[in-house]
């Protein structure tokens, strides 16, 4: 079953704008994770944040969890057109091996 | 070059027919998965596989049936069992489970008609 559920489906902004995305989730986790996946490919991992975490940044990309409203969001700064993709949240449910994923967000970028 | 593939890309059968699909890594992970993914959707785990010789079934593995006979190979068969056989299947590997980040392969597009 997919655990996790991201907000908007789909989003669409001009080049520079930051995009922020949503995912809520159901149960306990361990961790959540966020990928990556251009049309037609795999996925590409991009932040991993543990549950004791409440934010973590990597170069454009800032990932909070807040575990209380089991939700997560992921905030892309100064937006660019490679950044057109779709964006999918994962999470590790407390003494699972294996990852859940939500719906995604379809990100366009506009030049 | 390290990594994960899949072979082949795009894949074509009849109805009735099994067919298997390629997954192999050479990063020495432990744990390898299989999921599906039909358009605009998520990824639903099919099976996957802690250690050789072991694999576990995921949320949609009627259908299905893999392998771990060696750390680097994690076959997937589509039996004809399979109902909606056509999607894009995906096979990624990781080092301890799902407690860290997961490498996917580009994935194999099956149509069966």
């Known amino acids: 079953s997919q655990q996790g559920e991201e907000d908007p489906q789909a989003l669409s902004i001009q080049e520079g704008e930051n995009a922020t995305m949503n995912c809520s989730y159901k149960?306990?986790?361990?961790?959540l994770q966020w990928y990556r996946q251009n049309s037609g490919r795999g996925l590409v991992h991009l932040i991993l944040?543990?549950?004791?975490?409440r934010e973590k940044h990597s170069g454009r990309l800032r990932v909070t969890l807040d575990t209380s409203k089991k939700s997560s969001s992921l905030l892309i700064t100064a937006s660019r057109a490679a950044d057109t993709a779709s964006y999918f949240c994962?999470?590790?449910?407390?003494?699972?091996?294996?990852?859940?994923f939500g719906t995604g967000t379809r990100l366009t970028v506009i030049p | 070059d390290g990594g994960i593939t899949q072979s082949p890309k795009y894949l074509f059968r009849k109805e009735g027919q099994n067919v298997t699909l390629s997954c192999e890594q050479n990063?020495?992970?432990?744990?390898m998965y299989w999921y599906r993914q039909d358009p605009g959707q998520g990824l639903r785990l099919i099976y996957y596989?802690?250690?050789?010789?072991?694999?576990q079934k995921g949320d949609i593995a009627e259908g299905y049936s893999v392998s771990r006979e060696k750390k680097e190979s994690f076959p997937l068969t589509v039996t004809s069992a399979q109902k909606n056989p056509t999607a894009f299947y995906l096979c990624?590997?990781?080092?301890?489970?799902?407690?860290?980040?997961?490498?996917f392969g580009p994935g194999t597009r099956l149509t069966v008609t």
């Open positions: 990063l020495n992970h432990d744990a």
């Open positions: 596989s802690q250690i050789v010789n072991d694999f």
């Open positions: 990624a590997s990781s080092n301890q489970g799902a407690k860290v980040e997961q490498y």
């Open positions: 149960t306990s986790i361990n961790n």
């Open positions: 944040i543990r549950s004791n975490e």
């Open positions: 994962a999470t590790t449910q407390t003494g699972a091996n294996n990852l859940f």
